[in-house]
């Protein structure tokens, strides 16, 4: 459970990675790119730890939330009350619409047993089970091989057909799909609309339906870690209705 929420916040529109760690240090778990070093997370366990307490002490109230900047990436810090959640994003990622998701994912770790917030112990290994003794070969008579039969000749592969050109969609479309995600998403709408059509590089003057139903997806899994997935796929599927 706590894997699917961390692939969630990754497929947010900017962020690069998300991990969690427990108030024992343990680095209970990540969805991280493979190119990023595990073991340098697991280090910045106890420094955030030790950071967040050491500035409790300071301000003289307990501090719950850090994002730190640098010249090409983004921290969000959220202190949670069984451990530290935390996602890594680009620059050019909506911080209000993270902030908002991360609050969601906090109230789904709030109500996940304490058993799933600790790392798993790595299993026991397996003995390989011992090979069967082979018995003694037994000389066989040989017998004369079969004649092969002449090949049949290949069948041509069918022809595949044309691909279709993808229908046009009236720009007024988007003008509704606007208004539809407005009243599921209220005031962080238009920042997400407006992203998700950068990304998808809609362009009003060509309008086409695959790509739109692209981006009605994109839309759905923004949405999904503020307003939650059923009610983001209600989103989508009215404007899936103006598509057909």
Do not use: H, W
Not at 2 to 19: K, P, Y
Not at 96 to 104: L, P, R, T
Not at 185 to 210: H, M, P, T, Y
Not at 212 to 222: I, N, T
């Amino acid at each position: 459970m706590m894997e699917e929420i961390l692939i969630r916040l990754s497929g947010l529109s900017g962020v690069t990675g998300c991990f969690y760690v427990g108030d024992d240090g343990s680095f209970v778990a990540q969805a991280l790119t493979k190119t990023f070093s595990t073991e340098n997370a697991k280090r910045a366990v106890v420094v955030l730890s030790q950071t967040f307490e050491a500035l409790s002490m300071v301000a003289q109230f307990t501090i719950t939330k850090m994002m730190v900047n640098t010249n090409g990436a983004r921290l969000f810090i959220r202190r949670s009350d069984k451990g530290y959640l935390n996602v890594l994003a680009d620059p050019t990622a909506d911080v209000a619409v993270i902030e908002a998701a991360v609050e969601g994912a906090l109230k789904e770790i709030k109500s996940m047993p304490a058993e799933l917030l600790k790392a798993a112990p790595a299993p026991a290994p397996v003995p390989a089970p011992a090979a069967p003794a082979k018995p003694a070969a037994v000389p066989a008579a040989p017998t004369p091989a079969p004649a092969k039969p002449a090949a049949a000749p290949a069948a041509p592969p069918p022809a595949r057909p044309a691909p279709r050109p993808s229908e046009p969609v009236d720009p007024a479309v988007l003008d509704k799909m606007a208004a539809i995600a407005d009243e599921f998403l209220g005031e962080l709408s238009a920042d997400i609309f407006q992203n998700q059509l950068a990304d998808n590089r809609i362009n009003r003057e060509k309008l086409v339906r695959d790509p739109v139903m692209k981006f009605c997806y994109a839309l759905q899994k923004d949405a999904s870690m503020i307003i939650g997935p059923s009610a983001a796929k209600q989103m989508a599927d009215k404007m899936m209705v103006l598509l057909k």
